[in-house]
């Protein structure tokens, strides 16, 4: 469990909002278990961002505010910018070195993310307005551009029959213009300031309230509209039932609550995956020994439930459960299986 602090303090924030800001609930690596998360290291083009077997840290001064960091995060958990002004339906995304001279709205143009343009679909923007710098001489203008993360929301938004974003690169707008945008914005108290300590026990209530991905969240739990059956998701969950024990880790520790045991139609108990929950973060094939869960990207749902057989060890007594796989279920559960002793020392308690 990682803590998570941003030093130096007194360099200056940018007109748009300013430093990256990590919300230890969302983030991976404040789990119980530890998990390999470097998006936000590695996205980073100044290497302000910093991680060691302590704390993920932020070197304030070292920051450009680009916001590279954050769509680089599929948590998103760490927030530079949360919303760009808006006028009617259209959003207006001025990098801090655009060649109108107008005031910046963002760091960089493809800082934007899927959480961003999901809020900013659901308050009517339609078109977002790019003024641009000389981005090929930019030293910050690294990894994903904005053109490919627009063209994955409108894949997904299309696919459930909504309306997709225009993005346009314009050079007449002046600062006149720019100054009638207005930011629609609610301060988020978790943005406050500089030392996070993750306690492993997250307020569910309040981590819903600050939660930058429930919009993206909304517009993913859409069903198809009508004629439509290809529904399109970020992240789908698979899960390989020839290879799977049965052990649940994915299930406890799957942050989002993707992964989940349920009961089909028929009232058989089964692993069910929940597509429009899954932010990509690889939780789950991290921990998973088998190799037995992997991750679909920009996919139709796939058959999200795998039937379980349900049974008693017979060595520690201890109910167990297994994939379907058509090859039956042997009679000792995952642990004294793989320790092939028959000792109730070797029992795991849930």
């Known amino acids: 469990m990682l803590g998570f602090r941003r030093y130096r303090p007194g360099a200056t924030v940018g007109s748009w909002g300013g430093f990256p800001t990590i919300d230890p609930q969302r983030c991976v690596l404040g789990l119980p278990l530890a ?27 070292a920051c450009s505010s680009c916001g590279l960091c954050q769509p680089a995060c599929p948590q998103a958990a760490i927030s530079v910018f949360e919303s760009l002004p808006k006028r009617d339906d259209t959003a207006l995304a001025a990098c801090r070195v655009n060649n109108a001279g107008v005031l910046p709205t963002l760091g960089c143009v493809h800082g934007v993310d899927l959480a961003i343009l999901a809020q900013m679909h659901e308050q009517g923007v339609r078109r977002i307005v790019g003024l641009l710098g000389a981005c090929s001489a930019c030293a910050d203008c690294q990894g994903p551009r904005i053109e490919e993360t627009l063209a994955a929301f409108n894949h997904l938004a299309e696919s459930r029959g909504l309306a997709p974003i225009v993005y346009t690169v314009e050079t007449d707008i002046n600062a006149r213009k720019a100054a009638r945008f207005q930011r629609e914005e609610t301060p988020d108290p978790t943005r406050r300031g500089f030392l996070f300590q993750c306690s492993g026990h997250a307020n569910e209530n309040a981590r819903a309230q600050h939660d930058r991905r429930a919009p993206l969240k909304r517009l993913l739990e859409r069903r198809s509209y009508a004629g439509r059956q290809d529904t399109i998701f970020p992240f789908v969950p698979a899960i390989e039932a020839s290879t799977c024990t049965g052990c649940d880790l994915c299930l406890r520790m799957c942050p ?3 992964l989940s045991i349920s009961r089909d139609d028929g009232g058989d108990v ?10 990509g973060c690889g939780v789950c094939t991290q921990l998973c020994e088998s190799g037995a869960i992997s991750l679909l990207a920009m996919v139709s749902q796939v058959e999200n439930t795998v039937p379980l057989l349900q049974s008693t060890c017979r060595d520690c007594g201890v109910a ?23 000792a109730r020392l070797f029992q795991v308690l849930p």
């Open 320 to 342: 167990f459960h297994r994939p379907d796989a058509g090859s039956g279920l042997g009679p000792l559960c995952p642990v004294c299986a793989q320790t092939r002793h028959h």
């Open 256 to 258: 989002e609550q993707a």
């Open 270 to 279: 089964c692993y069910c995956a929940d597509a429009a929950a899954c932010t």
């Open 35 to 61: 998990v390999e998360c470097r998006h936000c290291v590695d996205a980073c083009p100044q290497s302000a961002i910093t991680q060691d077997e302590e704390y993920l840290a932020i070197d304030l001064e």
